[in-house]
């Protein structure tokens, strides 16, 4: 079984198709083995941004063998601030990362974020991190770098993927310059315009942008009082308008666009100023810019995250707009649930199925995501009918129950995976408990399955290789014992030796003779 994908001069191009391995026709026959690269990598990772470098260090976690390649020569230089939500910031806390992420961050109530309306947060978040941490976007991509190359991976930069093709024991993978590595998984983690995906043929259905929006950092030439009046007068019909003060006279600044063009050209500043005029009647002395930028409203979800060794994760699996601040955290996410279900197929003690359960669990999620951003833009909208719906939503929020479950759905904290009948905690994330030997988050810092059992009575058997027990009857836990999958998701209840031997096995294999 052979497939193999190249670059053309017009692949952005290219319609977009499903493909299955094996089925691509006018292909060559399969190379020979001694034709083929010697296997260097167990996965080479195409992209170092919070997704590749996340996935990159969760695999290291497993002693994956891993190259991730970063077509651009240099970090990201400009300052754009990016917010993690609440899951994410547990699943740095699972990892031993978040003091070190907490240093550089600012954090921020966990409110207000559906549409911006202006809503305080709900009272008793279940999480032990309910906020918000702004953090300026290269911090957080240079942070989960470090880590992944603390951890073991090689990161080349000024290396883009040109093809690859795949076989029944790996992907060769060719790069710009003509040089071919050789790997058993290739995943593409390479943004919205991803290259893999494109070569891949995997469909991106969804909606182009109807419309964009500027957004950028630059210091202003009038006094803050003036700003604040200008901006309430504003935001009453202009949900798409801020200028926020970061500090030393910068702000950012977001504006509509006049319409919708090439994301690939960056605006000016007199393009601000433009609209800034035209929409609130001064340019309000905007000058020297850091860093300019637009984004538009594109919603698109790739049909398929897997063909044969081949998977996408990230903005290359699905794009969205900026609203609710979902996007790095949902890739982040997605890197969360597939490394150590790729790890366990690489090692050789994955179940059957394990690895298609990415995509089952993933892909409703970011649909998921996907529908709450669409609504989002509609209530950003200036017409009367989507300003009628955002004051009725205004309403509705003051009870709790429908301000909870806005701000669960937009921190991902109320996600769960359908792992079949049972109470309502099975498939959702286990919250940073107390337990005997400190915090529930800090027995995970290896990527391993956890059984936390307050019965004293069971046992992982074979299956210590894989996963960690704690005998803890004083555990804050209104269940007998829970078994936690690496990414902290409950995979089972009870306090049956039999039963949990099952659930042991469909998650983590066969037990080691």
Known sequence: MHSQFAAEPSSNDTAERDLTVGDVPGLRSPASGADRAPLVFDVIIAGCGPTGAMLAAELRLHDVRVLVLEKGTEPKSFVRIVGLHIRSLELMAMRGLLERILEHGRRRPAGGFFAAIPKPAPKGLDSAHAYLLGIPQPVIERLLEEHAIELGAQVRRGCAVAGFEQDDEGVTVELADGERLRSRYLVGCDGGRSTVRKLLGVGFPGEPSRTETLMGEMEVGVPQEEITAGMAEIRETHQRFWLRPFGEGVYSVVVPAAGVSDRAEPPTLEDFKQRLRAIAGTDFGVHSPRWLSRFGDATRLAERYRVGRV??????????????????????????????????????????????????????????VLDNTRAQMELLSTEPGPRAVRRLLTELMDFDEVNRHLIEKITAIGIRYDF???????????????????????????????????????????????????????????????????????????????DLDGHLSRWFGEPAG
Do not use: M
């Open 311 to 368: 998977l996408l994760a990230g903005d290359a699996a699905h794009i969205h707009p900026p609203t609710g601040g979902q996007g790095l955290n949902l890739g982040v996410q997605d890197a969360f649930n597939l490394g150590w279900k790729l790890a366990a197929q690489i090692r050789g003690w994955a179940p059957e199925a394990l690895l298609d359960t990415y995509q089952a669990e993933r892909h409703p999620v970011a649909e998921e």
């Open 420 to 498: 079949g009948e049972g109470p309502d905690l099975l498939g959702r994330r286990l919250r940073d408990i107390d337990v005997e030997q400190g915090h529930l988050y800090g027995l995970l810092h290896r990527g391993r399955g956890l059984l936390l059992d307050r019965t004293e009575r069971l046992t992982v058997g074979g299956w210590s290789d894989r996963v960690d027990y704690l005998a803890d009857p004083a555990a804050v836990l209104d269940v007998p014992c829970v078994l936690l999958r690496p990414d902290g998701h409950v995979a089972w209840i009870g306090d049956d030796q039999q």
